[in-house]
């Protein structure tokens, strides 16, 4: 890394300015053309051919000196619904749409990585695929898995890394296992009959029925799950009725199961046990209910040799500076879809400076980034690309099953 570290530092105002270009330019998922368009023009300005994949994705591809193996380097593109009430030197110029969870700073990290990465071309002993992945708010990355992102040529490893404010600056958090959480929503609709609140016998009552819905379902975590395994269940919107005297014929609740642990569907799974606790209590109060469900993401869980090379990687880059640590998060992001189908390892690289402002939680219309941590994401995804070609061969299997 002696010669790439420099380099990076005379890339240092092109990642803050492809940053801030990004940030004052945020598309929503599935929208992003001007991202995708900005993407591959400096791509092919660096010699690359890229290609479009599930309708704003951008894939290219570095030739190492070898076809095989393939580490894959992935950067999410999309903003958010979010009106930016910051007034720095870069805000948002789209009315009520924000680069607020940091995906700006993902695009611009692996851009500069892609250069750099072209220029040692010779001392690759493989090939990088980079993918832009867009839409990852709603997991986008099942559309890409679906258009073949993950073939020709057949990915063996990869990485992605995500800007945390809620880590400090200079701090990587690497951890093998489930390091994100699952999320299924839920959509009930609970029905009694409707009737006179002065003569309830009359009538079947859907909201006590719910009441003792929210409740009920609580205690999936605290009596039905060993607490070592991260589980809430929550409860975001509930509609229903007209008047204060009028017992409604149905209401409808929304929310959300999430969980850090991987799981099949079996009757142990958080959400198995939430149909049956949901239903026995309608039951119970003479309700009908319908209930959907739909798996939003599955957990992340990080295969430990990818993490083992990840960690040399990132140590490698903080050396006696920086520090590594690990961490979980029950919020969810779509590279689980990677991580499931390939050795991958996710990390997170803290950004978070009070003296800076950039401590604020990620999807807050305040939320900032420190630009002084974009460097090291780009050495982090570089240091990567040796460390994982040098310990390639412990991908042997993966090698032999796909020649
Ligand atoms: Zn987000
Ligand atoms: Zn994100």
Redesign the pocket.
Known sequence: MDTIRPRIAELKDEIVALRRDFHTHPELGCQEFRTASVIEQYLQDIGLETSRIAGTGVVAVIEGQSERPVFMLRADMDA?PICETTDGECISSIEGVMHA?GHDAHMAMLLVAAKILVEQKSRIQGTVKLVFQPNE?INGAQDMIRAGVLENPTVDGALGIHIWSQLPSRTVAVTPGPVMGGLDVFKLVIRGIGGHTGFPEEAIDPVIAAAHVIMAVQTIQTREISSFLPTTIMFGKIEGGTKSNIIPEELCLEGSIRYLYPGPDCPDHPTQRFQRIVQSVCDTHRCSCEINLVRENIPLVNDPGMTSIASLAVSNVLDHEGCITTMQTIASEDFSEFSARVPSAFLFLGCGNPEKGTDIP??NPCFLIDEDVLPLGVEIFISAVFEFFKYASEFSEIQTEQP
Request: net charge negative; proline share 0%; glycine share 0%.
């Open positions: 958010l969870c708010e990620h999807h």
